[in-house]
């Protein structure tokens, strides 16, 4: 996703006067509003994706409309995931990506804010096919452990002395390949290529999350944002980091998780 720079404040590169101590603490509360953001944005996708899923299944074989992966689909399951309604699902969050992208720039921190919680509903109208295609208890485990790697990738690219600003290039084009293979799959339908795809898409998201960290720490402490530029920046920060936990979380599924029969 491209970097967003936020409309710099009156008074930029010239510097403000701001003590240590004025410079931790607003280091504090802009992480502190990155991940509340992001945690806020992963509730809300966990929450859709569970009622769609409650609305789409049924375990009446007598009241079912259609059945996949196992799964009886009630009439609004067979016409979400039936039709082509499913493909609006599906990229309607990338929909929402472009928004942020081009607009992301002129929008108040409020509409960038309540533009990402609506990002983070429609994504999890979207992530509720994998409570098709998993079992709920290993979609459940997975998402437990990718918090677990998250945090431990996030605080160390927070804390860590060295730069990983050399990782970003390479994680880019990373992040593209792995995009042009999943294309590719597609049509090939290789489970060995998809296995690959998977471990490397692991990797490449772990190695995110630590860079994405850091970089939103460095673009505060030399950004020097007035309080509504640093506010949007934070829901820009909490947007990257959601978006490298759920990647993480999605091929990390592919290893761990059971599937629906």
């Not at 533009?115 to 290993?138: D, N, Q």
């Not at 509504?228 to 934070?234: C, D, F, I, P, R």
Request: no cysteine; net charge positive; glycine share 10%.
């Amino acid at each position: 996703m491209p970097s967003f720079i936020p409309n710099q404040p009156a008074g930029y590169g010239q510097g403000f006067a701001r003590t240590t101590a004025q410079v931790d603490q607003g280091l504090r509360t802009f992480m502190l509003g990155v991940y509340n953001n992001m945690i806020l944005g992963l509730a809300i996708s966990a929450l859709v994706a569970l009622g769609v899923n409650k609305l789409a299944v049924t375990a009446d074989a007598s009241q079912a409309a259609g059945r996949l992966n196992g799964q009886y689909l009630t009439a609004f399951g067979r016409t979400l995931y039936g039709s082509p309604l499913m493909w609006v699902v599906v990229l309607a969050p990338l929909a929402f990506i472009f928004l942020f992208s081009f607009r992301m720039d002129r929008m108040s921190a409020s509409a960038a804010r309540t533009t990402f919680l609506a990002f983070a509903a429609v994504m999890g109208a979207s992530l509720s096919t994998v409570l098709l295609r998993y079992t709920g208890a290993s979609v459940t485990q997975t998402f437990f452990v990718t918090a677990a790697a998250f945090g431990g990738l996030s605080l160390w690219g927070y804390t860590t002395q060295r730069s990983l600003s050399g990782m970003g290039s390479f994680l880019t084009m990373g992040v593209i390949g792995l995009v042009i293979a999943s294309l590719v799959n597609i049509f090939l339908a290789s489970s060995a290529l998809q296995f690959a795809i998977s471990a490397i898409g692991v990797l490449i998201f772990a190695g995110l999350t630590a860079y994405d960290t850091q970089k939103l720490k460095e673009m505060y402490l030399y950004g020097n944002y007035d309080g509504e530029t640093a506010a949007k920046a934070s829901v820009f920060g909490a947007l990257t980091l959601y978006l490298d936990f759920i990647n993480m979380f999605q091929f990390l599924l592919a290893f761990m998780g059971n599937r629906n029969n």
